[in-house]
C-alpha cells in the first residue's frame, strides 16, 4: 500500500470495514466512503466520528467514485448494479475486498498473529492486543469489535488500534473463505464448528491455516480441533485447555458473577490468574491469548498480568445495567457456540433468563437453524424464555422461505417458552412485560449496531 493512494470503502460502516479503514487512513492513505446505512439514517454517531478522522462519506449513489486511481473496497457479494460499484467499473477503478487489503497490510508486517475458529476470535484478538500493548510492544490492532481497553474521548469506536511496533495482530474470517489468505508468524485456533460453512470446508481452511505458520496455538478441548492437528505432527504446535495434556493448562476454576479465577499451568509454572470477564469460555480465550502472546517473547508472568486488566470488548457479554432488580446484557451471541456460551455462563447463577435473539439473516437459519434451536432447548429452563424476531434483513435478494418461527417453533416442541414475534419493537414490549426482578436479559444477534441501543432502551422502560 502507498501513502499516495485513494481507498473508497462501498459498506464503510460495517464492523469489519470500520477498523481497516481507521488502519489505511492513520498509514497516510487518503480514506472515503459510503454506507447503506448512512442513507437510511442509521448508526449516526459512528459516522460522525469516521467524518471526524477525515473520511469523507457520501450517499451510496456513485458520488464517492470519481477517479479512476481510486481502490474499491467492497465485498465480492455486492451486485454490480449498486451504483458505487457500476461507477467504479465504468471508471476502471482497481477492486479489492476487505480481506485481500487487510491480508496485504498483516503479511507485509515483520510479526504477525492470526486469530482463527468459528467463536472466540474478537475476544482473543483483543486480549492479545491489550498484552503486548502492556508490555510495551506497541501492536497494530485489527478486530471486529470494540475494545473496551482502547476506547477513549476520541476512539469511542476502538475495534483498531494502528501502532508503531513490528507486530500485527488480526482476528481471520473462515466465513467468506479469507482466512486462506493469510499467512501469520502465529496462528490461534480457538474451535470448528458449523457456521457459514459445512464442516468439511471448515476443516480444509482451517487445516490450511494452522500448516502455514510457524506456531499454532490450539483449542485441545474442542474435539474437531484436535483431531485436526493431531495427525499434522506440525513442530510449533501448542496446546491450550483444561485438560492436564494441554501445554497451557487452567485448573482449580471458581466462577465469579462478573469474571473468574484459576490456576494456570504453563512452562513448568504455576500462577494464579483473576479475570474481570466471565465465563468459562473466556478462560479459555485467556489461555489462548497467553499462550500466543508468550509465543511471541512476552514474558508468562507480564502476559498473566496483561490478560487480568482485560476488561472485555462491546456486545460480548456486555452488561447495559440493573434496573429494579433486572440485569440486561448486551451480547453479540450468533452462532451455536457464541450462544452457548452466553446461555452457560448465565446459568452458572440463580435467576430466570429472558433471552431475545435477532438471526443475522435467512441464510444462516437454513444453515444451522436446527443447531441454534436444540442449544436454546438445551440450556434454557422451564421458567426460562425465548423471544425471537424476524432475521435481520436490509435489502436485496434473499430466500426468506425459512425464518425465525421455524427456530421458536422447534424449541417450543421441545418443551421450552419460546415466542416468534415479528417486529423487534413488539418483542421489546414484550420483554418489559415479561420482566420480573431476579430476571437477567439478555439480547443476542450479529451484523446490527442498532441492537445495542434496543438494549439499552429496554434498560431505560424497566427504570421507570
Known amino acids: 500500500m502507498h501513502k499516495n493512494k485513494s481507498y473508497f470503502f462501498c459498506g464503510v460502516g460495517g464492523s469489519g470495514m470500520v477498523p481497516l479503514a481507521n488502519i489505511v487512513r492513520d498509514a497516510g492513505a487518503a480514506v472515503s466512503g459510503s454506507d447503506r446505512a448512512l442513507d437510511q439514517g442509521r448508526l449516526g454517531p459512528k459516522f460522525e466520528w469516521l467524518q471526524s478522522l477525515g473520511i469523507d462519506l457520501f450517499p451510496q449513489d456513485g458520488s464517492g467514485i470519481v477517479s479512476g486511481d481510486q481502490v474499491l473496497i467492497a465485498s465480492a457479494a455486492i451486485e454490480d448494479s449498486v451504483p458505487d460499484i457500476a461507477k467504479a467499473n465504468a471508471l476502471g477503478c482497481t477492486r ?80 467468506d473463505g479469507s482466512i486462506a489468505l493469510f499467512t501469520p508468524e502465529v496462528a490461534i485456533l480457538n474451535n470448528v464448528s458449523l457456521d457459514h460453512k459445512t464442516l468439511e470446508e471448515l476443516r480444509q481452511l482451517f487445516g490450511d491455516f494452522a500448516k502455514k505458520a510457524k506456531v499454532c496455538v490450539w483449542n485441545a478441548d474442542d474435539a474437531e480441533t484436535a483431531a485436526l492437528i493431531a495427525p499434522m505432527n506440525l513442530p510449533g504446535a501448542v496446546s491450550f485447555g483444561f485438560g492436564a495434556g494441554s501445554a497451557f493448562c487452567a485448573t482449580d476454576i471458581i466462577d465469579l458473577p462478573l469474571g473468574s479465577h484459576f490456576t494456570l499451568h504453563a512452562l513448568g509454572e504455576t500462577r494464579a490468574v483473576t479475570l474481570i470477564v466471565p465465563g468459562r469460555h473466556n ?92 442449544v436454546f432447548a438445551n440450556l434454557l429452563g422451564e421458567n426460562d424464555h425465548l423471544i425471537l424476531c424476524d432475521p435481520v434483513y436490509f435489502g436485496g435478494t434473499v430466500d426468506k422461505s425459512t425464518g425465525s418461527q421455524s427456530i421458536t ?51 431505560q422502560r424497566l427504570g421507570r
Open 96 to 175: 479489492m475486498t476487505r480481506a485481500e487489503l487487510l491480508a496485504d497490510l498483516f503479511n507485509a508486517a515483520p510479526r504477525s498473529i492470526a486469530v482463527g475458529g468459528t467463536s472466540g476470535k474478537s475476544t482473543v484478538t483483543g486480549m492479545i492486543g491489550w498484552i503486548l500493548s502492556d508490555a510495551g510492544r506497541d501492536p497494530t490492532i485489527m478486530n471486529g469489535a470494540v475494545m473496551k481497553n482502547f476506547v477513549a474521548d476520541d476512539t469511542p469506536f476502538a475495534s483498531a488500534r494502528v501502532g508503531q511496533g513490528n507486530v500485527f495482530v488480526s482476528e481471520v474470517d473462515e466465513s
Open 409 to 459: 417453533d422447534a424449541v417450543v416442541a421441545a418443551g421450552r417458552n419460546a415466542e416468534y414475534i415479528s417486529a423487534r419493537e413488539d418483542c421489546g414490549n414484550r420483554i418489559v412485560e415479561l420482566a420480573r426482578p431476579g430476571d437477567r436479559i439478555v439480547i443476542m444477534g450479529a451484523r446490527d449496531d442498532t441492537l445495542s441501543g434496543f438494549a439499552a432502551d429496554i434498560l
Open 283 to 374: 478462560i479459555a480465550n485467556a489461555l489462548a491469548a497467553i499462550a500466543a502472546s508468550v509465543a511471541l517473547g512476552v514474558p508468562l508472568e507480564q502476559a498473566v498480568r496483561g490478560v487480568e486488566r482485560f476488561s472485555g470488548l462491546a456486545r460480548r457479554f456486555d452488561i447495559v445495567g440493573t434496573a429494579n432488580d433486572i440485569t440486561v446484557i448486551d451480547d453479540f451471541g450468533h452462532n451455536p457456540d457464541k450462544i452457548a456460551a452466553t446461555l452457560a455462563t448465565l446459568k452458572t447463577f440463580p435467576g430466570r433468563i429472558i433471552a431475545f435473539f435477532q438471526p443475522h439473516g435467512y441464510g444462516p437459519i437454513r444453515v444451522m437453524g436446527a443447531e441454534l434451536a436444540g
